[in-house]
C-alpha cells in the first residue's frame, strides 16, 4: 500500500473516530469508516487516481470526500480534520489506543469528566470510575496495567516501514535530486518489526532539510548531525535519511544497513589487512582511498563475497569466505516461484473472495496450485465452517475447478484450530477427507510455555496435520504469540512430516527468520503462505521469501517452491500414509 493511501486512510479513520466520540451520526462515520478500509486495501497508489481525475470511480468515495482527498494531497492538511481535533479535548485522543477503549467508551469517559490518561488512572486507583458497558474487571485490570507502563512507540510493521522508506526514497530522487536513494538498517534487512526507517541518499551536496519538509507526509524535518536528518512523519512513523557522498555509496550502505556486529565485523577484517573502513570509504595503510562506490567493491577487497542483507546476521565468521559461499550457493532465490498457495480464505468463513474469484487471481499470479482452507467450527468470530459446511464447500470448489480449467489445481483444507489442549477442531473422520490440514493456535494465546509447548508438539504429531500455521499465533505489533519452546515443535514436526510455516502476512510473519533457521537445522520443512483473505494478500509472497532467506532455507526445503506435479504427488503419498493404505 502506498504511504499516500495510508495518509488518507488514517486521516477518514481520524475523522470517523472524533465523530464517534462527538455523538455524530452514524451514517456520517460509517461513510469515513468505509472510505478508510477501501483506501487501506486499493492496490494502486491513490495519487494516480487524483491525477486522472477518477477518485470518485473508487469504491465508497463520493465527491465530498474526493474534494478532501485533493486537499490532503495538495497541501499535507485536512482543515475538515483540524477542526474536529479542535472541538476535542486533546487528552481523549491519547485514550484511544488503550486496551478495550474504543471511540464509543472514550465518549462515554468524557461524559463523566475524564479527558485524560492522567484523569482516568486516578478515577481506577480511587475505584471512583463509573461503569463502562462491556467493560469487566479483567479489562479495566488491563486498562489499569497499561497506564501504569511507560508510553512506548509501538515499532513498525515490515510493510508499513517500506512503504515509508519507498515514498521518501521517491522524493528524495525527485524533485530532491539525490543522485541516489535507497532503503537501510533494518528494512533493507527484511526485520519484522522496525524501530526506525533508516533511508540513505548519495549527493555531491545534499539538499537543505526544508527542502523534504512541503510532502504532504512528512510532518518537519530536523538536522541530527553532519549528513543525517531527522524525519517526522505525518503519519508518527519514525525515519531518518543519511547522506553520503556518491564516491562512498557501498561502504556508507554497509554501514548504514547493518547489523552493527556485521559492520564492525568488516571493520576487523578490514584492519587485519591492513586497511581501513568507515562509512566515508575505504583506504590503504597510507590513507590512500580505495574503490568503495559499490557494496561488492567494499567485500570484494576484504576477500569476501557480496552478502546479501538477510544474510548479514547468519553465525558465519568472516574470516571463512570458503563457508559463505558454500552457505550463498544454495540460498533460495528472490524470484523463488510461488507455485502452491496452501493457505488462504474465501466468503466461506472471513476471506472477502468466493473460492471462484479467489482462484481467478491466483491463477493469474502464476499460481499452479491452490488449497481453500477456511476456518474451522470452533471458530466464531471468523465465522468458522461446521463439518456440513465443509462438505457443501467441497462442491463449489469442484465447480471452481471446472472454470479455472487444469492451469491450476485447486485443494479442499481446512485452517483448524489447534485447541488449548493440543487436540483439533474437526474429529478425524472429517480431517481425513481434507487434501491439506492447516492446524493453527487462535485461542488461548496466554498459556504459559510449558503449556502452550505441549499444546503444539500434540499438534505437530498429529497423523492427518500437514502444516503448522503461524505457530507462535503472533500478530506484529500487538501480541507477541505463545512462548513456546519451538526447538521442541521443530523436533515433532520434523519427526511427523509436518511442515512449520511461515506465515508471509507482515501482520505475522510467523514464524520468524531466526526460529526458522532452528526449525531446519532440526530437519523441518517450511510452508511459506499467504493467508491471503483478499487477492492482494496473495502478494505478500515476497515477505515470506525474505524471512526463508534469513532463515539460510534451500528452494528443496520449502513446499511451496516445488513443481505443483511434485508437491501434489507428495501430499497424495502423505494422505495415503495417513490413512494407512
Not at 305 to 318: G, K, S, V
Not at 416 to 423: A, E, H, R, T
Not at 546 to 553: E, H, L, P, V
Amino acid at each position: 500500500m502506498s504511504v499516500y493511501n495510508k495518509l488518507v486512510a488514517r486521516a477518514f479513520q481520524r475523522i470517523a473516530q472524533l465523530l464517534q466520540i462527538r455523538g455524530d451520526d452514524g451514517f456520517k462515520i460509517r461513510a469515513y469508516q468505509r472510505a478508510a478500509d477501501t483506501l487501506r486495501h486499493w492496490p494502486e497508489d491513490v495519487r494516480q487516481a487524483w491525477r486522472e481525475n477518477r477518485l470518485t470511480e473508487l469504491p465508497h468515495i463520493g465527491p465530498a470526500l474526493a474534494k478532501k482527498i485533493d486537499e490532503l494531497l495538495r497541501t499535507g492538511r485536512l482543515s475538515y480534520l483540524e477542526r474536529l481535533e479542535a472541538e476535542v479535548p486533546p487528552g481523549l485522543l491519547d485514550l484511544l489506543p488503550l486496551p478495550g477503549l474504543g471511540p464509543g467508551r472514550v465518549r462515554a469517559l468524557w461524559q463523566q469528566g475524564i479527558t485524560n490518561r492522567d484523569a482516568l488512572a486516578q478515577a481506577l486507583a480511587q475505584g471512583t470510575l463509573p461503569k463502562i458497558k462491556g467493560l469487566g474487571a479483567k479489562g479495566l485490570a488491563r486498562l489499569q496495567a497499561a497506564l501504569v507502563e511507560p508510553a512506548t512507540a509501538a515499532p513498525l510493521r515490515l510493510d508499513a516501514a517500506r512503504t515509508l522508506a519507498q515514498a521518501l526514497a521517491e522524493v528524495l530522487l525527485e524533485p530532491l535530486a539525490a543522485d541516489r536513494a535507497a532503503a537501510a538498517g533494518a528494512v533493507r534487512r527484511w526485520e519484522a518489526a522496525i524501530d526506525r526507517v533508516t533511508v540513505l541518499a548519495a549527493a555531491s551536496v545534499p539538499p537543505e532539510p526544508q527542502a523534504l519538509a512541503g510532502q504532504p507526509f512528512v510532518a518537519r524535518v530536523e538536522p541530527a548531525g553532519p549528513g543525517t536528518w531527522q524525519v517526522h512523519t505525518a503519519l508518527d512513523w519514525p525515519a531518518r535519511v543519511l547522506w553520503t557522498p556518491p564516491e562512498a555509496w557501498g561502504a556508507a550502505w554497509l554501514a548504514a544497513t547493518g547489523p552493527q556486529a556485521h559492520w564492525e565485523g568488516l571493520q576487523t577484517r578490514a584492519a587485519a589487512l591492513g586497511l581501513r573502513l568507515q562509512p566515508t570509504g575505504l583506504t590503504d595503510a597510507q590513507g590512500r582511498p580505495l574503490p568503495a562506490a559499490t557494496e561488492e567493491q567494499v567485500y570484494a577487497a576484504l576477500g569476501l563475497p557480496w552478502l546479501p542483507p538477510c544474510a548479514r546476521h547468519w553465525p558465519i565468521p568472516l574470516d571463512r569466505p570458503d563457508l559463505w559461499e558454500a552457505a550463498l550457493a544454495d540460498l533460495l532465490p528472490w524470484d523463488a516461484p510461488h507455485t502452491a498457495e496452501l493457505h488462504a480464505h474465501t466468503t466461506w468463513s472471513d476471506g472477502k473472495l468466493s473460492v471462484r474469484a479467489l482462484a481467478q487471481a491466483a491463477l493469474a499470479r502464476g499460481l499452479r496450485v491452490l488449497a481453500i482452507t477456511d476456518h474451522s467450527q470452533s471458530l466464531k468470530v471468523a465465522r468458522g465452517l461446521s463439518i456440513d459446511d465443509l462438505r457443501r464447500q467441497r462442491e463449489e470448489i469442484r465447480a471452481a475447478q471446472a472454470d479455472v480449467g487444469s492451469g491450476l489445481r485447486l485443494l479442499q483444507g481446512a485452517e483448524v484450530d489447534i485447541l488449548p489442549d493440543g487436540s483439533l477442531d474437526y474429529p478425524d473422520e472429517v480431517l481425513a477427507e481434507l487434501d491439506v490440514v492447516v492446524a493453527s493456535p487462535h485461542q488461548a494465546l496466554d498459556q504459559g510455555p510449558a503449556e502452550a509447548t505441549r499444546r503444539l508438539v500434540r499438534a505437530a504429531s498429529h497423523p492427518r496435520v500437514h502444516i503448522l500455521g503461524h505457530p507462535t499465533g503472533r500478530m506484529i505489533p500487538r501480541r507477541a504469540g505463545l512462548p513456546v519452546d519451538l526447538d521442541a515443535v521443530a523436533r515433532a514436526a520434523a519427526a511427523h512430516g509436518v511442515a512449520l510455516e511461515i506465515n508471509a502476512n507482515p501482520h505475522r510473519l510467523d514464524l520468524d527468520g531466526e526460529a526458522a533457521r532452528r526449525a531446519l537445522a532440526l530437519g523441518a520443512r517450511l510452508s511459506i503462505d499467504t493467508d491471503a483473505h483478499r487477492a492482494a494478500e496473495l502478494d505478500y509472497w515476497p515477505y515470506g521469501v525474505a524471512t526463508a532467506r534469513r532463515a539460510g532455507a534451500r528452494a528443496a526445503q520449502v513446499l511451496n517452491t516445488w513443481p505443483a506435479e511434485r508437491l501434489l504427488a507428495f501430499l497424495r503419498r502423505a494422505n495415503a500414509a495417513r490413512r494407512g493404505e
